[in-house]
C-alpha cells in the first residue's frame, strides 16, 4: 500500500513537521476527510492551546450536511469488497485475532448427520466512532482497527478539542492508499456533527467513549433505531492500600492518580489507605505528589495543562467544595506557569483527606489530579464503601498476600482490577465498566464481535432434490 510516489513516509513526516514548525495562529485550517478528500467546511471554530489559553488552530466545525456527506461515503465504499488483509497489515495487534474470529467458520455437525451448522461474522456496515479529548489517537485506534479488521466502514468524529492527531491519521489513511470513502472524519461539536452522526440511519453502530451524561442520551437516542452500542464512560476509581503494602509501590500509587493530569478515566481518584499505616502513607505519598513537575507541555515535565478552560474551572470547582465540606488539602491546587503560559489551564497535583465517603470529592468524577484518601480498618468495610458509587470503571489492590489481592480484586464491582500494578494491558482481554461506567466491552476478541454480526448457517447435506 504505497502511493504512486513511493514515498508517502517522507510525505507524512513533512506533514508532521509542519505543525511543529508552524507559529501558533499561523497554521493552516484543518479540514474534514470524507471520500479520501480534504475537504473545507461551512464554517471554522477555534483550538485553544490549554498550555497559553490561546488559539492555535482552526477546526471544522462540522455541520450534519457535512456529516451526511461521510456517511454516504462509507455507505457507497461498504458496497465494495474491503481488503481485509491491508487492514490487518496497519492493525497488527488485531491481526490473529481477525484470522481466527472472522476468517474461520466454526463448523458443527449434528447428531443425526444431516446437517452441518457454521458461523460466519459479518461486518455491521457504516460504524460511527466517536473519541474524546484525552489519549485522542489511542482512543480513537483502539476504535478504527477492530472496525476495519471487521470490513466495516466507518466516520469517525474526535473531540473538536484534540482533533490534530485525527487529522494526521487521516493523511496516513490516504498517503498508503485505503480505499476510498472506507475511512471518513468530521469534526466539529457533540451537539451538531456528533449528534447527527447518532441520529443517522444509515450509521448502524455507534461506539463512544466520553462522560456518562453524554454516553447515556446516545444510548438513548441509538435505541430508537436499535442500534448496536458500546460505551466506555466515566469513572470514580478505588484504590486500596492494605497494611502489608510494598513500600517501593508508592511511586506506582501515585502515578495512578496523576499520570497525564489525571485526565484518563482509570486514574485512581480515591485511595483507601488501612489505619495501622495511614498517616505514614499520606506523608509518603504527598511526598511522591510534590515530585511531579508541572508545566508547559513542550519542555520536560510531568504534568501540563488541563485539557480546556472550563475544564480547569471545573477542577478548581472541586477544591474549593472539598475546603467547604471540611477536607484537608496537604498539596496542589492552582499552579501558575511564566514564560508565555501565564494564561494556561495548570493544577498541580492535589491530596486531600478528611472527607467522608458521601463527600462530591469522593463521588464525583473530577477528572484530574485530585486525589482523595480515606482510612479503613477491614477489608469487608473496604470492598463495600469501594463499591458505593455509580461507577466501576477499575480499580487497583496493593498487598503483599496474594490471598488478600485476590479476594478482594473478586468482590469489586468493577471492570478492570489491577493487583499490585497499574495500567498494565493486555490487549486481548476485555475491556469496559460497570454500572455507570459503561455498556459492552472491547478488546481483540470483544471488539471484532461488536463489530460484526454473527450469522448461523445451517445447511441439509443429505437431502436429495
Known sequence: MTTSNGNYREEFKAIIQKLIDSPDNQHEPLTNFIANSFEKPEKWMDSVNPATGKPWIKIPDGSAIEVDAAVAAAKEAFKTV??????????RDFANAALYTLSTSKILEQPAGKCVNYVKHDPVGVAGLISPWNLPL???????????????TVVCKPSEMTSVTAWVLMHAFKLVGFPVGVVNMIMGEGKTAGQRLVDHPDVHLISFTGST?????????SAKMNKKVSLEMGGKNPGIVYANYRK?????????????????CLCTSRLFVQKPIFEEFV?????????????????????????????????????????????NIHCGGVK???NGCEDGYYIAPTVITGLPDSSQCMTDEIFGPVVCITPFETAEEVIERANSTSYGLSATVWSANTDELLNTANELRAGTVWCNTWLARELSMPFGGC????????????????YSDAKTVCVNLAAKY
Open 82 to 91: 474491503m481488503d481485509i488483509p491491508r487492514c490487518v497489515q496497519n492493525f
Open 283 to 327: 506523608k509518603s505519598y504527598v511526598e511522591e505528589a510534590e515530585k511531579f513537575t508541572v508545566g508547559n507541555p513542550t519542555t520536560a515535565v510531568q504534568i501540563g495543562a488541563m485539557n480546556s478552560k472550563i475544564h480547569y474551572e471545573k477542577v478548581k470547582k472541586y477544591i474549593e467544595i472539598a475546603k467547604n465540606e471540611g477536607g
Open 213 to 221: 451524561v453524554i454516553g447515556k442520551k446516545i444510548q438513548e437516542d
Open 138 to 152: 489511542y482512543l480513537l485506534s483502539f476504535k478504527l482497527a477492530p472496525a476495519l479488521v471487521a470490513g466495516n
Open 336 to 338: 501558575t506557569i511564566l
Open 248 to 264: 517501593s509501590d508508592i511511586a506506582t500509587i501515585a502515578r495512578s492518580s496523576f499520570l497525564n493530569q489525571g485526565e484518563i
Open 435 to 450: 454500572k455507570q461506567s459503561g455498556t459492552g466491552r472491547e478488546g481483540l476478541h470483544d471488539s471484532l464481535h461488536f
